[in-house]
């Protein structure tokens, strides 16, 4: 029996790609599974997601679409960052299509696009600076892939910073600085087949970022794209597809006075129940959450006592009957209570995408 799981609901996936294509006004939805899918496993939901109506998959890494394909996944997949040199003949011949920025980049691809021709998508960087060609280099980049053998151009994307606030005027800029990159290639004459720009955020709240398709990650999940777009996404009816689980498994009387955990941080100020929980911090249950998290268990938020370890804390049930196998929800809904990842995030400081990304691999995903 696991000590810890995960359910995802697959109708909440399907459910939510369906409201963003309507929220896409008639863009397609490319569904972005990288990270295991935000921890909630990439094969089941990229498979939801196509049966729902994706076009399309997008993961950051390589391996993650090498991971997809051996799960028999025949859909078209980005790799959504530019590959290193020596990955580009498992990216060929799995048919997987990388996005591409760099002359070095555009060379390997080449190099293997002679015998394995490949498709690439030129990411354009309009203000995000992590990746992507600067807009000046765009046509040097572009002529550099539809003029060699082997390559072609499949579309030209950039990625917006802060779509998840909707009032920063800088969306607007990165989406103008897109226009006139794309404006360049249309005048130098090179035939770019489609454009995108949205991720879950733009497709919610920027309908100009909304162009031939859009890539949803976090709100596919059923997940707010920030804080400021939590009714947004509660008004869209976007469903979180994920809940973790565990049970009781150990329980004790402790008198008052008694210290618990590690450091002895935290002391117990009457008689009470104490439950053990058996995950921790290496199951992506973080330790800072010992500061004001809770647990349900009977349907009640109960606190945790002293530091989350690596592998069990304690949590405080009071004079309640609570007993070894006792059901725990560490996030969503128990009787009338609910704990979500945003909730988790907001007491660590964090966004709910760092939530679920970091459930470990310890912890067992269960599909409904
Ligand atoms: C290039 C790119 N597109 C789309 C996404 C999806 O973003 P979100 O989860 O906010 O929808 C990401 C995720 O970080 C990304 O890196």
Not at 13 to 42: Q, R, S, T
Not at 70 to 82: F, H, K, N, Q, R
Request: include cysteine; proline fraction near 4%; charge should be negative.
């Amino acid at each position: 029996m696991s000590r810890s799981w995960v359910e995802v609901d697959l109708g909440a996936i399907a459910h939510n790609v369906a409201v963003l294509a309507g929220a896409a006004d008639g863009a397609d939805v490319c569904a972005v599974v990288k990270a295991d899918g935000y921890g909630h496993g990439a094969i089941s939901v990229a498979q939801a997601a196509i049966a729902a109506g994706a076009t399309t998959l997008a993961v950051a890494q390589v391996d993650e679409g090498v991971e997809l394909r051996e799960a028999g996944i025949e859909a078209p997949i980005w790799v959504l960052s530019e590959p290193e040199p020596h990955e580009f003949v498992a990216t060929a011949e799995l048919g997987l299509q990388p996005a591409i920025y760099s002359e070095h980049g555009i060379e390997a691809a080449a190099a293997v696009g002679v015998t394995a021709p490949l498709t690439v998508h030129l990411k354009v960087d309009t203000g995000m600076h992590r990746v992507g060609a600067a807009p000046a280099d765009v046509v040097a980049r572009a002529r550099s892939i539809v003029s060699a053998d082997g390559l072609t151009l499949g579309s030209v994307f950039t990625h917006c910073a802060v779509a998840d606030e909707p009032t920063n005027p800088f969306t607007d800029q990165q989406l103008a600085r897109f226009d006139s990159a794309l404006g360049e290639l249309a005048e130098a004459g090179i035939e770019v087949p489609f454009t995108h720009a949205a991720n879950s955020a733009g497709t919610l709240v920027v309908p100009s970022a909304r162009r031939d398709i859009v890539r949803v990650g976090i709100a596919m999940y059923g997940l707010a794209p920030s804080p400021d777009l939590a009714e947004v996404a509660c008004e869209a009816d976007l469903r979180p597809a994920l809940s973790w689980h565990s049970r009781v498994s150990f329980v004790k009387r402790l008198a008052a006075g008694n210290r618990v955990s590690y450091g002895q941080r935290a002391a117990v100020d009457r008689e009470t129940t104490v439950a053990t929980i058996p995950l921790g911090y290496a199951d992506g249950f973080r330790r800072g959450l010992w500061r004001d998290g809770s647990v349900l268990i009977g349907g009640k938020p109960r606190p945790i006592l002293g530091v989350v370890t690596m592998d069990q804390f304690v949590v405080d049930c009071g004079d309640d009957d609570v007993a070894a196998g006792d059901d725990v929800v560490l996030i969503g809904h128990q009787g009338g209570s609910l704990i979500s990842a945003d909730d988790l995030a907001a007491k660590l400081d964090t966004i709910n995408y760092e939530i679920v990304c970091g459930i470990s691999k310890r912890v067992e995903r269960r599909y409904r």
